[in-house]
């Protein structure tokens, strides 16, 4: 397939969403070339939920008059389709701990990302400003009015109402802190985050950093300080063309990225074992201890059930003799136990077949 068959390609999303972010930084280091509508209310949801089966963002049309939701499975589309520059690794163990890497930071580094710009008063009101003009200009309401209920819904959809009460700040802003502990080691050392060009990884963590944390208010404050290497990958990063996707990766996967396995062996898979106890049991609100951090009250999610299927079909297809190392260095961070906890997953494939093409609303609806 040719890429200009393709053209234009129109991506509808927000210029400070974080996943939209994630697939803009995808698309400009794999040029692929695109225009960004935003994302309105109500007509332009109106089209997207039409078109791809619900109204989350970034959702784009091609050319041939298809249309792809879901920047993971967009991604993983584009590079099956268009192999060079190569973004997600070429070697299998590179590629299922990149992937490992993107889930985490798709996932669960979202979950302070919200915290930050939604619960301070200062990312509240950049946040819902910049939003009520650039999505919800036609709707017939006041400014003032507009913010206050994109603040209201952001709340309850994705901090006090995903569990996060006053008692939890501290532990979801650990996760902030502990990641630029973890991140400032491995920039300091080089450029990117498997070597010397960007790849999956650093486009995973562009979700949370180029669209949350490196530009709300409160976290950007902290990153400049406390993590400058960090800022400066998030800015490299942005920099980044077609022209920088050469350059050698290191071997294997470096002893560095062992913290950030940990978190995600520790955290970020019991919290989808206790997701999937949820989805199991029909409980749409669910309470979870993970990391020492009581979570009430959380929202149930059906996609990341899903996300978890995918990972264990990632690390099925391993060659044997990369299977072996994977399953080692999963086991070294605590992450062998909850990926294999369950046998059953609760996974309605109904509802996901047609991923990057179309997404049925009920697998990712939060206000459901
Ligand atoms: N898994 C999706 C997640 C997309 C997503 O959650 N996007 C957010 C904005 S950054 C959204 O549209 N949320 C839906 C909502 O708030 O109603 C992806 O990778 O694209």
């Not at 060659?319 to 992450?335: F, I, K, S, V, Y």
Request: glycine content about 8%.
């Amino acid at each position: 397939m040719s890429m200009d068959s393709l053209l234009p390609i129109t991506v509808y999303g927000s210029s400070i969403s974080y996943f939209t972010g994630k697939l803009e930084n995808y698309f400009r280091i794999k040029g692929v070339p695109y225009e960004l509508r935003a994302l309105t209310a109500p007509h332009g949801m109106k089209l997207v939920q039409q078109n791809t089966g619900s109204t989350q963002m970034p959702a784009l049309q091609l050319g041939d008059g298809r249309w792809m939701t879901d920047s993971t499975a967009i991604i993983q589309w584009f590079e099956a389709e268009f192999p060079e520059p190569e973004i997600i690794p070429g070697d299998p163990l590179q590629r299922f701990f990149s992937l490992l890497l993107e889930d985490y930071a798709d996932e669960w580094l979202w979950r302070p990302a919200m915290h930050y710009r939604w619960h301070y008063p200062q990312g509240a009101r950049y946040a819902s400003g910049h939003l009520a003009t650039e999505l919800a200009a036609d709707v017939p309401a006041p400014h003032f009015l507009k913010r206050w209920s994109i603040t209201r819904r952001q709340r309850n959809g994705y901090t006090t109402g995903d569990g996060i009460r006053p008692d939890q700040v501290a532990g979801v802003e650990a996760i902030f802190h502990r990641t630029l502990e973890q991140l400032e080691v491995i920039f300091r050392e080089r450029p990117f985050l498997l070597g010397d060009r960007p790849s999956l990884a650093d486009i995973a963590f562009s979700g949370p950093f180029y669209r949350h944390f490196a530009l709300d208010p409160v976290p950007a404050q902290t990153v400049r300080q406390q993590a400058p290497a960090v800022w400066e990958w998030s800015a490299r990063l942005a920099n980044c063309g077609h022209r920088d996707a050469t350059g050698s990766l290191l071997n294997g996967i470096p002893a560095d990225w062992g913290p950030l396995l940990n978190e995600v062996g520790q955290h970020y898979l019991p919290y989808l074992c206790a997701n999937i106890d949820a989805v199991t049991n029909g409980r749409k609100r669910f309470d979870a201890e993970i990391g020492g951090v009581s979570y009430r009250g959380a929202r149930w999610s059906k996609y990341r059930v899903w996300c978890l299927q995918r990972l264990r079909a990632e690390f099925s297809a391993l060659p044997g003799p990369h299977q072996e190392e994977a399953r080692n260095l999963l086991m070294q961070h605590d992450c062998w136990e909850p990926l294999w906890r369950h046998q059953q997953l609760p996974v309605d494939e109904a509802l996901c077949a047609r991923l990057p093409f179309f997404c049925d609303a009920k697998m990712i609806d939060v206000y459901d």
